[in-house]
């Protein structure tokens, strides 16, 4: 693929709208959705808003209400196997999903070495210079807020991550 958008690149250097035609008609022509990647995003983000607002509540609210055909539990466990409280916040967790989403967005990442080998430096793209510099400021950044957060958003984040790398990964295997 990238031999072919650097062809269309060079081609319609001055005209970009002939360039983004060219672009879409091989992304169609082979089966890539460009905007693919964001609606995994989209899906998610009302989720973590969800358990963003239950958490910080602290479970401590009346379901009565909301399911009154359903005895109200007496108490809630917010405590996750026995190792951590969902409600507080937790470093450890905030770490492990920096780190995964890392290796996440390396196994996305093409191979910025073998498209840049053998051209000299001022013709690497910027948004390859972006996507390095993204690969690991991402990362850094979850870190911080998920820091932030009570411990139940980055274990989600967490169990989402290693879906979507399992799932690259068998992807992988089977083109192969």
Known sequence: MQPKIEEIKKKFKDNKEAQAKALMAVYSENKINPLGGILPLLIQIPIIFALWRVFLNSINSDFSSI?????????????????????????????IAGVLQYFQTKMVMPSFAKATEGKPSDTVNFSQV??????????????????????????YWIIVTLMTILQQYLNREVKI
């Open 130 to 155: 972006m996507s390095k510099q993204m690969l690991y400021f991402g990362p850094v950044i979850s870190m911080v807020i998920f820091w932030t957060l009570p411990a139940a958003l980055p274990l």
């Open 67 to 95: 399911y009154p055909f359903i005895q109200a539990p007496t108490a809630i466990q917010t405590v996750f196997l026995g190792l951590f409280d969902l409600t507080k916040r937790n470093m450890l967790l905030a770490v």
